[in-house]
């Protein structure tokens, strides 16, 4: 099982940027996936959330608006297509897949992508 | 918003036992899950719901959940634990997910 993360980069605010995060080694439509991100020295916030069928979709609300999720079945691949940046956005942004949910839509986040930098300069 | 609240730090010696809290408002009703964070990894899942460890974690990983406390409990406590740990939970009120502040653990 592998998610291997690409699209980071520098941009300036207000600009736009997609991730993608390629899954492999187990069923893309059996499994919800999630955004999460890291703040340069800080904790971890949630960024988004999309349901196994790709049907349901679920934002923090910081980026509610501004962020949109999907999965490409055929492509095995998740993205987050990110616009209006702000330099809070700024930060480590990590994919992962779900478990399923005991509670809520998606359950625990059972496997993470190495992560890709997202750099939002004012 | 839900808040999950996790003491900053602790110190442990090796060998010993450490227990890690996140505290919540009636979090005992809710999945708690727990993520390992070494400096410049990615988080790594260490317990789900509440008290279940993934394939490949070792058995002197262990959670709790009542109250308003979770807890995960690290035993024999070795080198390789030094990290930053979080808890998470979904909140169905916000629909959202929420992290814990995060606590970072120093082996002594």
């Known amino acids: 099982v592998q998610l291997l993360q690409s699209g980071g980069g520098v941009l300036q605010r207000g600009g736009s940027l997609r991730l993608s995060c390629a899954a492999s080694?187990?069923?893309?439509?059996?499994?919800?996936m999630t955004w999460v991100r890291q703040a340069p020295g800080k904790g971890l916030e949630w960024v988004s959330g999309?349901?196994?069928?790709?049907?349901?979709?679920y934002y923090a609300d910081s980026v509610k608006g501004r962020f949109t999720v999907s999965k490409d079945t055929s492509k095995n691949t998740l993205y987050l297509q990110m616009d209006s940046l702000r330099a809070e956005d700024t930060a480590i942004y990590y994919c992962?897949?779900?478990?399923?949910?005991?509670?809520?839509?998606?359950?625990?986040?059972?496997?993470w992508g190495q992560g890709t930098v997202v750099t939002v300069s004012s | 918003s839900y808040v999950l609240t996790q003491p900053p730090s602790v110190s442990v010696a090796p060998g010993q036992t450490v227990s890690l809290t996140c505290g919540g408002h009636?979090?005992?009703?809710?999945?708690v899950h727990w993520y390992q964070q070494k400096p410049g990894q990615a988080p790594v899942l260490v317990i789900y719901?509440?008290?279940d460890r993934p394939s490949g974690i070792t058995e002197r990983f262990s959670g709790s959940n009542s109250g308003n406390t979770a807890t995960l409990t690290i035993s024999r406590v070795e080198a390789g634990d030094e990290a930053d740990y979080y808890c998470?939970?979904?909140?169905?009120?916000?629909?959202?997910?929420?992290f814990g502040t995060g606590t970072e653990v120093a082996v002594l």
């Open positions: 992962t897949k779900g478990l399923p949910a005991t509670h809520g839509p998606i359950g625990a986040f059972e496997i």
């Open positions: 080694g187990f069923t893309f439509t059996n499994y919800p």
């Open positions: 999309i349901s196994a069928g790709g049907g349901y979709t």
């Open positions: 009636n979090i005992g009703t809710k999945s």
């Open positions: 719901d509440d008290n």
């Open positions: 998470q939970v979904w909140d169905s009120t916000g629909g959202h997910f929420v």
